[in-house]
């Protein structure tokens, strides 16, 4: 019996050192510690002994049970530790792995153009105004010399608020001309750039809603060179350097005199071609001496103080520098669209 003890000892003790999982500690418990173990088994048969055997083989079983008990829990202790390393390992979150990066959208073409001409008005020293869509018809015609009656004022151009046409969408940012002159001290160089409204069917070169950039500058002795001499040299950073511009005389009720610019063709250099529809030119904006009514309307002494202002279509401009054919594009936003430039 001793030797059986002393095998049972040795195999248990064996068999714990190589258990790897709980499951496999618990196994060998009930192998050998169970109702039905080994242990027990020999234990059971302790009865056959001789009165002188019976103490000494139970003192010598007590002890090897007290040791297959102690393995096995050390064994489900160094088990347990071991799958939690191993869960550990297996449910690791790696910081380190970049983030899915977020969509953010493309800044706007027409904005990309916008800023660039509102660097170039800066650098010469110009404010930047911002002012109502929802505008008095006072502003944006009678101040500006378009009195009742005058086409331009049509209900079928217009988008009215009230019965009286007297508060409407600005059809223009010239009203922001009136706002900068009763507003800031002389001298003045502002530009205002924001949406127009128009009643407009929606294609390809039109739109209901636009943008222009309002230019305007008020000081003693300004002259249409002063205009001239700006806009050239606007056209040049916008386009490059030796871009030609050219001055045709055109009406408008609040300047005068007035004219439209025209830019050289960038596409074939002045020759004729299809973006230029065969001209060698191409419209950009209209402009003109501020009239001397529209000054003194708004308390300033034409014979000390005289101005040019300007108008420009934003879209307009943002078609031809990134050669778009269709304004819709602009205004649909189609990040496909947008990405591109
Ligand atoms: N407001 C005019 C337009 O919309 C453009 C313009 C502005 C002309 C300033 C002259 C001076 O057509």
């Known amino acids: 019996m001793k030797s059986m003890l002393e095998n049972i000892r040795r195999e248990a003790l064996d068999a714990l050192g190589q258990a790897a999982l709980p499951e496999n500690v618990e196994a060998l418990r009930v192998k050998y510690l169970g109702k039905k173990g080994e242990l027990t088994a020999i234990l059971k048969q302790m009865g056959k002994l001789s009165a002188e055997e019976r103490p000494v083989m139970g003192q010598l079983a007590n002890k090897v049970r007290g040791e297959i008990e102690q393995a096995i829990a050390s064994a489900a202790a160094a088990a347990e530790e071991r ?18 990066s977020m969509t953010i959208g493309h800044k706007h073409p027409m904005y990309t153009v916008l800023d660039e001409i509102k660097d ?42 009230t019965e009286d046409s007297s508060i ?25 750039p924001g949406r ?13 809603m636009f943008h222009q950039i309002e230019g305007l500058v008020v000081d003693k002795g300004i002259t249409m ?26 009406h408008f009720p609040f300047t005068e005199p007035s004219c439209e610019m025209d830019v050289q063709c960038h596409e074939c250099g002045g ?37 040019w202002a300007f108008g420009i279509g934003l879209e307009r ?13 602009i205004f649909e936003n189609d990040v496909r669209f947008l990405t591109q430039f």
């Open 271 to 307: 020759v004729g071609c299809r973006v230029c529809k065969g001209e060698g030119w191409i419209e950009m904006l209209g402009a003109g001496m501020v009239h001397p009514k529209v000054l003194e309307g708004c308390g300033i002494d034409s014979s000390v103080y005289s101005g």
């Open 196 to 208: 127009v409204y128009r009643k407009d069917e929606v294609d390809a070169t039109h739109s209901p």
């Open 225 to 250: 060179g002063d205009l001239k001499g700006t806009l050239n040299t606007v056209v040049e950073k916008l386009y490059g350097a030796g871009t030609k511009t050219r001055f045709r005389p055109h």
């Open 317 to 329: 401009t943002a078609l031809r520098r990134f050669n778009i054919s269709d304004l819709r594009l």
């Open 120 to 161: 170039i008005f800066i650098g010469m020293g110009f404010r930047i105004l911002d002012g109502p869509e929802i505008e008095l018809a006072e502003y944006n015609f009678t101040k500006l010399n378009t009195d009742e009656g005058h086409p331009a004022r049509e209900w079928s151009d217009t988008f009215y608020f």
């Open 83 to 100: 799958r939690l390393d191993l869960q550990l390992k297996q449910e690791a979150l790696d910081v380190t792995v970049p983030g899915r």
């Open 168 to 192: 409407l969408l600005r059809t223009q940012t010239s009203p922001m001309q009136i706002r900068a002159m009763e507003t800031y001290p002389l001298p003045l160089r502002v530009i205002a």
